[in-house]
Antibody, heavy 123, light 109 residues
Framework: ELQLEESGGGLVQPGGSLRLSCAAS????????MTWVRQAPGMGLEWVSHISGSGYSKYYADSVKGRFTISRDNSKNTLYVEMKGLRAEDTAIYYC????????????????WGQGTMVTVSS | SALTQPASVSGSPGQSITISCTGTNSDVGGYNYVSWYQQYPGKAPKLIISDVSRRPSGVSNRFSGSKSGNTASLTISGLQAEDEADYYC??????????FGGGTKLTVL
């Protein structure tokens, strides 16, 4: 069964750091680009970051550029996002999602999603 | 900036509804990379349309997508109670990153 499972969320103080993980199973992880999408409480979806299957190409939303770092370990079938300098506006459910692989850039189509992990930035 | 969607739409069972997603020449109008997602409260989004009009395997053929100029549209025909959910569009942009619409709440009357 194809599955993505996020972990690592929690409560962090403003300015703090957190690393989220996303464990993949049921497909050849290294063949597919992956992405992070977040959703603030009661709000819409926001695309955050995208990484190619090899890990060579990375893309970021302007709102997180310079503070978030996406990475992957294909030997462990795991996607990561390292978040630093966290702000209250980063409070959200963070979803990882799989790219279907039709194109080599973040076109916005994601065919498998995890259930999300909640990140709360508050003092 | 975010693509523009109506905050809410409604329809009765059996009717057809259309949700619009308006952008610019730098996103919706410039590329055939518009996708649509369905999201139930407390659940992860589900891809229902990619590449403007491609329907993934397993998605009902009551869902269809189209695009004209800078506006993409999602049409749901034969509306059912289970279609009540939030719907989001997303488009690739000239910034080499995608952007979501603000979302539309669909109410089945």
């Amino acid at each position: 069964e194809l599955q993505l499972e996020e972990s690592g969320g929690g409560l962090v103080q403003p300015g703090g750091s957190l690393r989220l993980s996303c464990a993949a199973s049921g497909f050849t992880f290294s063949n597919y680009a992956m992405t992070w999408v977040r959703q603030a409480p009661g709000m819409g979806l926001e695309w955050v970051s995208h990484i190619s299957g090899s890990g060579y190409s990375k893309y970021y939303a302007d709102s997180v550029k310079g503070r978030f770092t996406i990475s992957r370990d294909n030997s462990k079938n795991t996607l990561y996002v390292e978040m630093k300098g966290l702000r209250a506006e980063d409070t959200a459910i963070y979803y990882c999602a799989k790219d279907p692989g039709y194109v080599d850039w973040p076109a916005g189509a994601y065919d498998l999603w995890g259930q999300g992990t909640m990140v709360t930035v508050s003092s | 900036s975010a693509l523009t969607q109506p905050a809410s739409v409604s329809g009765s069972p059996g009717q057809s509804i259309t949700i619009s997603c308006t952008g610019t020449n730098s996103d919706v109008g410039g590329y055939n990379y518009v996708s649509w997602y369905q999201q139930y409260p407390g659940k992860a989004p589900k891809l229902i349309i990619s590449d403007v009009s491609r329907r993934p395997s397993g998605v009902s053929n009551r869902f269809s997508g189209s695009k004209s100029g800078n506006t993409a549209s999602l049409t749901i025909s034969g509306l059912q109670a289970e279609d009540e959910a939030d719907y989001y569009c997303i488009s690739y942009t000239s910034n080499i990153t995608p952007v979501f619409g603000g979302g539309t709440k669909l109410t089945v009357l």
